[in-house]
């Protein structure tokens, strides 16, 4: 029963460098979305996504890109990494919207040099 | 606008004490839903209970009972007898309808229990 998966669960990149964060969920969700958590603050959300072919942007999606090619997958992109892209990034799915609980996976935790 | 506070950062307690977390909330709209998500030590969200606007009954699970009274945009949580368990950082976070159900979160509480 694996739920939400994220990979890698840790990373460390250099400033300019891209990667994909990979999120999958195997509970045939509809919905996806992308948080970033930094030191003593809540969760932001980032990207979100309603079905495969669907995703809208969160509260601060600046340097980020995401796509949704099936339901089960999610990957967020970083394309050029800044410091300021350093935090603990979670991925999250649930099955509708209507106050549906969100589900989250173990977490991502980037740091940039 | 913050629209989920979470006033107290930290709460730190001794083992069997009791203790209650306070969420305030802010919304114009009629149908929403509130959460309390754990995140103990080892990092991963855990979803606690989920409140919908209509429904004012509080909640007892065990240990754990929720406080939610739209009079005052509160939706409190407290802790009964606690365990060095229940050491971690608790979060209170907001869906609405005109904002497509997206959660918004407070900034947490830190609860740590000393045996």
């Known amino acids: 029963n694996a739920g939400v998966t994220q990979t890698p669960k840790f990373r460390i990149l250099k400033i300019g460098q891209s990667m994909t964060l990979q999120c999958t969920q195997d509970?045939?969700?509809?919905?996806m979305y992308w948080y970033r958590q930094d030191p003593g603050m809540g969760l932001k959300l980032i990207y979100y996504?309603?079905?495969?072919?669907?995703?809208d942007k969160g509260e601060v999606p600046n340097g980020y890109n995401v796509s949704r090619s099936t339901t089960e997958d999610f990957p967020l992109r970083l394309e050029l990494a800044a410091p300021s892209q350093t935090s603990v990034y979670f991925c999250?799915?649930?099955?509708?919207?209507?106050?549906?609980?969100?589900?989250f996976g173990d977490g991502t935790r980037l740091s940039i040099l | 606008a913050q629209k989920v506070t979470q006033a107290q950062t930290e709460i730190s307690v001794v083992e069997k004490e009791d203790v209650t977390l306070d969420c305030v909330y802010e919304?114009?709209?009629?149908?929403?839903?509130l959460f309390w998500y754990k995140q103990p030590p080892s990092g991963e969200l855990v979803f606690l209970i989920r409140?919908?606007?209509?429904?004012?009954q509080n909640e007892i699970s065990g240990r754990y009972s929720w406080n939610f009274q739209k009079s005052t945009s509160s939706f409190n949580f407290t802790i009964t007898a606690s365990q060095v368990v229940d050491s971690a950082v608790y979060f209170c976070?907001?869906?609405?309808?005109?904002?497509?159900?997206?959660?918004?979160f407070g900034a947490g509480t830190t609860v740590t229990v000393r045996a």
């Open positions: 409140r919908n606007s209509f429904d004012e």
């Open positions: 919304t114009r709209d009629t149908t929403y839903y």
């Open positions: 976070a907001l869906s609405e309808a005109r904002n497509d159900y997206k959660l918004s």
């Open positions: 999250a799915s649930c099955r509708g919207g209507g106050g549906e609980p969100q589900h």
């Open positions: 996504s309603v079905g495969a072919g669907i995703t």
């Open positions: 509970m045939n969700h509809n919905y």
